[in-house]
């Protein structure tokens, strides 16, 4: 079982025609559970679900593609809303109404004692920033990092209005307390503007002695580096047409997860894994974040999908 944590919202995605919008479940979170479980891990959600009626859609939303919500606390606080734009190029930017909305409310009790079955707990994004919910998210996955895998998705999001230093600062704590983190470029070019992405990646994996870093470039690949290897790994981007890059992130670093469960690294620790192992996962994952551009929103594939294309590009 991969638990993941953090918040499950609402997008409001724009439609053609002035003034139209559709309402999609989103939140990296939860499309990261969605991609889990798509690609054959068991997946949980471990979140805030208001009964309101976004929060209802997200419920079946999430349960008709088989994400287990045993975990999901019943919220009286209202869904959380994102509001989408998208450039010319597919590119996604965000607008954020959070006051008092579910996903960050998370009071201690709440938050379960996870079982020996739990290989990873996967936590990021907003929910592992906004307060008063994410001081007490890291203090429960500092609590079970000798236990499980941790792993961190910065996935920054500058809109929600917390100052860059507050940002940087709280990705620092969380890297301290996770095994593996997912960043992008674009990550890094806001939490240290001006600063070569690749050297960030590198400082932070000695600073925080990260057993595996994953450094997203968009299309054009990806790299890995650990502090147990010196030479790092990196695979290209799989070129496709996109249609827009909402979930992409999501769903590499839910990829990377699921491929190194299925391989038996997250059963013997995260420190384990060995560079032909991690490629073979950065590809898998690069692959697999392509497809999720080719649709419209957060649309994970299915394994056999992303083992498809793999046959391909190997022909």
């Known amino acids: 079982m991969i638990v993941v944590c953090g918040e499950a919202l609402v997008d409001l995605v724009p439609r053609p025609g002035p003034g139209?919008?559709?309402?999609?479940?989103?939140?990296?979170?939860?499309?990261?559970?969605?991609a889990l479980a798509r690609l054959g891990s068991e997946s949980a959600l471990l979140c805030r679900l208001?009964?309101?009626?976004?929060?209802?859609?997200?419920?079946?939303?999430?349960?008709?593609?088989?994400?287990?919500?045993g975990l999901a606390v019943a919220a009286a606080e209202p869904t959380t809303l994102a509001v989408l734009a998208l450039d010319e190029t597919g590119g996604a930017d965000y607008g954020f109404y959070l006051q008092g909305t579910a996903d960050w409310q998370w009071r201690p009790e709440e938050l379960p004692e996870l079982g020996a079955g739990t290989e990873a707990v996967h936590?990021?994004?907003?929910?592992?920033l906004l307060e008063p919910?994410?001081?007490?998210?890291?203090?429960?996955?500092?609590?079970?990092?000798?236990?499980?895998?941790?792993?961190?998705?910065v996935n920054?999001?500058?809109?929600?209005?917390v100052a860059r230093s507050e940002a940087a600062g709280q990705a620092a704590e969380w890297m301290d307390v996770a095994h593996v983190v997912k960043v992008s470029e674009e990550d890094i070019a806001w939490l240290e503007p001006g600063r070569d992405p690749l050297l960030v990646a590198e400082r932070w994996v000695v600073r925080h002695e990260l057993d595996l870093l994953l450094l997203t470039k968009?299309?054009?690949?990806?790299?890995?580096?650990?502090?147990?290897?010196?030479?790092?790994?990196?695979?290209?981007?799989?070129?496709?047409?996109?249609?827009d890059t909402v979930g992409a992130g999501d769903t590499f670093g839910a990829a990377v997860l699921a491929r190194l469960s299925e391989?038996?690294?997250?059963?013997?620790?995260?420190?384990?894994?060995?560079?032909?192992?991690?490629?073979?996962?950065?590809?898998?994952?690069?692959?697999?974040?392509?497809?999720?551009?080719?649709?419209e929103g957060a649309d994970p594939p299915h394994r056999a999908d992303v083992e498809a294309l793999l046959g391909a590009l190997a022909a």
């Open 20 to 34: 139209q919008w559709r309402a999609v479940p989103g939140g990296g979170p939860a499309n990261a559970a969605v």
């Open 50 to 69: 208001s009964g309101d009626a976004f929060g209802r859609q997200i419920r079946a939303h999430l349960t008709e593609r088989g994400v287990d919500l």
């Open 123 to 128: 936590v990021g994004s907003l929910a592992a």
């Open 133 to 153: 919910g994410a001081g007490r998210l890291r203090a429960w996955a500092r609590a079970h990092r000798d236990r499980t895998t941790v792993f961190f998705d």
């Open 156 to 161: 920054a999001r500058p809109a929600v209005g």
């Open 218 to 243: 968009g299309g054009e690949g990806a790299v890995a580096l650990s502090s147990h290897w010196g030479d790092r790994v990196e695979v290209p981007g799989v070129r496709v047409d996109v249609r």
């Open 263 to 295: 391989r038996g690294v997250l059963a013997r620790g995260p420190a384990d894994p060995d560079p032909a192992t991690v490629r073979d996962a950065l590809g898998f994952g690069a692959a697999a974040a392509a497809l999720a551009c080719t649709t």
